[in-house]
T-cell receptor, first 112, second 109 residues
Framework: SAVISQKPSRDICQRGTSLTIQCQVDSQVTMMFWYRQQPGQSLTLIAT?????????ESGFVIDKFPISRPNLTFSTLTVSNMSPEDSSIYLC?????????FGSGTRLTVV | LAKTTQPISMDSYEGQEVNITCSHN???????ITWYQQFPSQGPRFIIQ???TKVTNEVASLFIPADRKSSTLSLPRVSLSDTAVYYC??????????FGAGTTVTVRA
């Protein structure tokens, strides 16, 4: 399966600021996904990021709040913009390849 | 996507077998049933997948009755390290996984 490196692993940020989360994969993958996991909750899909096209956002998530870049087949970033305490969550990236789905370890974000 | 229902939590002791049943009444003909495991501070990890009858791997067994409206994940002889959240997923929507609430399994010594 793919190996995913997600950075940072955790961060504490001031409200009103932005944080960019990086997801690096050890192999080329077509589809990458970004999820949010709020405290004590399950995973919710934010968007699908395909190389060479705009990310596709799920209902309730917008590009202005969660801009995504996908410059090549091994890398993607998710930015959480103008943060508020409600954005405190774990953010995870995921990829799919011939072996199935792999998830990163997540970025634990605390907004104060 | 088929809606899934599974118990919120289950407690067990080391060495016991844990069985988690997931209901998915609206499963489609082409849907596979997949279980993921998530430890604290980690992303979900694939455990097992099946379509019908029984599937077994080195980690777990998956039992699926003929009507496929439910499935049971069986964890044999659990240890403390099996304490995790277990998610039952059914089907895909454009390759997108849809996670339900999951079952928190707590294994005690």
């Amino acid at each position: 399966s793919a190996v995913i490196s997600q950075k940072p692993s955790r961060d504490i940020c001031q409200r009103g600021t932005s944080l960019t989360i990086q997801c690096q994969v050890d192999s080329q993958v077509t589809m990458m996904f970004w999820y949010r996991q709020q405290p004590g909750q399950s995973l919710t899909l934010i968007a699908t990021a395909n190389q060479g096209s705009e990310a596709t956002y799920e209902s309730g998530f917008v590009i202005d709040k969660f801009p995504i870049s996908r410059p090549n087949l091994t890398f993607s970033t998710l930015t959480v913009s103008n943060m508020s305490p409600e954005d405190s969550s774990i953010y995870l990236c995921s990829v799919i390849n011939a072996y199935g789905y792999t998830f990163g370890s997540g970025t634990r974000l605390t907004v104060v | 996507l088929a809606k899934t229902t599974q118990p919120i939590s289950m407690d067990s002791y080391e060495g016991q077998e844990v069985n988690i049943t997931c209901s998915h009444n609206n499963i489609a003909t082409n849907d596979y049933i997949t279980w993921y495991q998530q430890f604290p501070s980690q992303g979900p990890r694939f455990i097992i997948q099946g379509y019908k009858t029984k599937v077994t791997n080195e980690v777990a067994s998956l039992f699926i009755p003929a009507d496929r409206k439910s499935s049971t994940l069986s964890l044999p002889r659990v240890s403390l390290s099996d304490t995790a959240v277990y998610y039952c997923l059914v089907g895909l929507n454009d390759y997108k996984l849809s996670f339900g609430a999951g079952t928190t399994v707590t294994v005690r010594a």
